[in-house]
């Protein structure tokens, strides 16, 4: 299978340079003005100098504002046989069919930065790829770098987006404020900021078990009248962290429904 990239910074490059890796891509070129060329991946700085070639997936990961002008940009030849998959938050099937010109299947994808790592999480959604085997030729790339899930209505894509696209960022968030509050309590930084991380990586491991119940594992380290409850304690009271959580994530879904409408 050989992809062109459009666009090949963080998250084009994570893909393609992990596909490559893994072996289920023989071939990446991409179509970047800025990008340096690291890796085995083929750059190119404008769509006139590609290579007159056949390409299975044209992966579009440049920012969202930019998707149509970069797609009209690419000579026709580019779709004789390609899938277009766009990775750009925002950007509708009907946006993307459009700049294509309906010459290719299209299919969304919203993954997230640990498929750096290839714990990623990806959505997937598409109206116009039906053969089976092409789907699950496209699931089987993304879960080469973690977890890949198709979904049946676009819409649910604003979600995905809320929930796994940007919740990368939450996270860190949250582990930057315990470990300030470490260094505060009297750690030094470095080992604040690796018992921040850890945790999180302990408790991640731990919520992906089969079968884990997130409210179960919580209250197998909340002995009651014990430290962990005393926190806890403060996180629920007056529901305080999950009014915080949903209208945070609320915020980045209604930004993505902004996005696929332009503003
Ligand atoms: N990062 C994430 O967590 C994440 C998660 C899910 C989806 N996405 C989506 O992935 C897309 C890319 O995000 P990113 O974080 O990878 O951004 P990024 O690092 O800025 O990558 C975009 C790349 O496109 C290049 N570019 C600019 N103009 C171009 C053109 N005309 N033709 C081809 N390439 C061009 C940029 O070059 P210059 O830097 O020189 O402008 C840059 O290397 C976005 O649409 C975003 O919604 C990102």
Same mark, same amino acid.
């Given at each position: 299978m050989?992809?062109?990239?459009?666009?090949?910074?963080?998250?084009?490059?994570a893909?393609?340079?992990?596909?490559?890796?893994?072996?289920?891509?023989?071939?990446?070129?991409?179509?970047?003005?800025?990008?340096?060329?690291?890796?085995k991946a083929? /750059?190119?700085?404008?769509a006139?100098?590609?290579?007159?070639?056949?390409?299975?997936? @044209?992966?579009?990961?440049?920012?969202?504002?930019?998707?149509?002008q970069? /797609?009209?940009?690419?000579?026709?030849?580019?779709?004789?046989?390609?899938t277009?998959?766009?990775?750009?938050?925002?950007?509708?099937?009907?946006?993307?069919?459009?700049?294509?010109?309906?010459?290719?299947? @299209?299919?969304?994808?919203m993954?997230?930065?640990?498929?750096?790592?290839?714990?990623?999480?990806?959505?997937?959604?598409?109206?116009?790829?039906?053969?089976? &085997?092409? %789907?699950?030729?496209?699931?089987?790339?993304?879960?080469?770098?973690?977890v890949?899930v198709w979904?049946?209505?676009?819409?649910q894509?604003?979600? /995905?987006?809320? /929930?796994?696209?940007?919740?990368? &960022?939450y996270?860190?968030?949250?582990?930057?404020?315990?470990?300030? @509050?470490?260094?505060? %309590?009297?750690?030094p930084?470095?080992?604040s900021?690796?018992? &921040?991380?850890?945790t999180?990586?302990?408790?991640?491991?731990?919520?992906?078990?089969?079968?884990?119940?997130?409210?179960?594992?919580?209250?197998n380290?909340?002995?009651?009248?014990g430290?962990?409850?005393?926190a806890?304690?403060?996180?629920?009271?007056?529901?305080?962290?999950?009014?915080?959580?949903?209208?945070?994530?609320?915020?980045?879904?209604?930004?993505s429904v902004?996005?696929?409408?332009?503003?």
């Open positions: 050989n992809v062109l990239f459009l666009g090949y910074g963080k998250m084009g490059s893909l393609g340079d992990a596909w490559l890796q893994s072996g289920w891509v023989k071939e990446v070129v991409a179509l970047d003005p800025g990008a340096s060329a690291t890796g083929k /750059i190119f700085r404008q006139a100098d590609l290579p007159h070639m056949r390409f299975d997936l @044209v992966v579009a990961a440049v920012k969202p504002a930019m998707a149509s970069v /797609i009209e940009a690419l000579p026709v030849e580019v779709w004789d046989r390609a277009l998959v766009s990775v750009m938050a925002g950007v509708s099937c009907d946006e993307l069919e459009r700049a294509s010109g309906s010459r290719a299947p @299209v299919v969304r994808a993954p997230n930065t640990p498929v750096m790592v290839n714990r990623g999480c990806t959505g997937l959604y598409s109206a116009t790829l039906t053969d089976p &085997a092409a %789907l699950e030729r496209v699931r089987n790339l993304f879960g080469a770098v973690g890949a979904v049946n209505e676009e819409s894509m604003h979600a /995905i987006t809320a /929930i796994s696209g940007s919740g990368p &960022a996270y860190h968030l949250f582990s930057e404020a315990l470990a300030d @509050v470490g260094v505060r %309590l009297g750690l930084h470095e080992l900021a690796l018992l &921040a991380a850890n999180a990586l302990g408790a991640a491991t731990l919520q992906c078990a089969p079968e884990a119940d997130f409210a179960q594992l919580r209250r380290v909340t002995s009651p009248n430290t962990t409850a005393a806890i304690d403060v996180f629920e009271a007056g529901g305080a962290l999950r009014a915080l959580v949903q209208s945070a994530t609320e915020a980045a879904q209604q930004r902004e996005l696929s409408q332009g503003n």
